[in-house]
Nanobody
Framework: QVQLVESGGGYVQAGGSLRLSCAAS????????MDWFRQAPGKERDFVAS????????SYADSVKGRFTISRDNAKNMLYLQMNNRKPADTAGYYC????????????WGQGTQVTVSS
């Protein structure tokens, strides 16, 4: 059974740093583009960051550009999100997702990890 399991969430003060991890039980992890999304209470799930299959390119939502860094380790089947200079508006559940390049569909989602940023 394929699983994406996020970890690393918690409470952090504004301005602090946190790193989220996503462990993938995908035998072909390197074949998927990997994304991070987040969802605040009462709001829609929003795109945060994306990284290519090789890890050579990444893209970010404007709201996190310059503060967050997405990375991956294909040898370990791991995805990361380094979050610096956190803001209260970053408070949300964070989800990792695997996207199939051929169909461009999100085929796997994690259960999410909660991040709360206090002012």
């Amino acid at each position: 059974q394929v699983q994406l399991v996020e970890s690393g969430g918690g409470y952090v003060q504004a301005g602090g740093s946190l790193r989220l991890s996503c462990a993938a039980s995908l035998r072909t992890f390197s074949m998927y583009t990997m994304d991070w999304f987040r969802q605040a209470p009462g709001k829609e799930r929003d795109f945060v960051a994306s990284i290519s299959r090789s890890g050579s390119s990444a893209s970010y939502a404007d709201s996190v550009k310059g503060r967050f860094t997405i990375s991956r380790d294909n040898a370990k089947n791991m995805l990361y999100l380094q979050m610096n200079n956190r803001k209260p508006a970053d408070t949300a559940g964070y989800y990792c997702a695997a996207r199939d390049e051929a169909s461009r569909a999100y085929v796997y989602w994690g259960q999410g990890t909660q991040v709360t940023v206090s002012s």
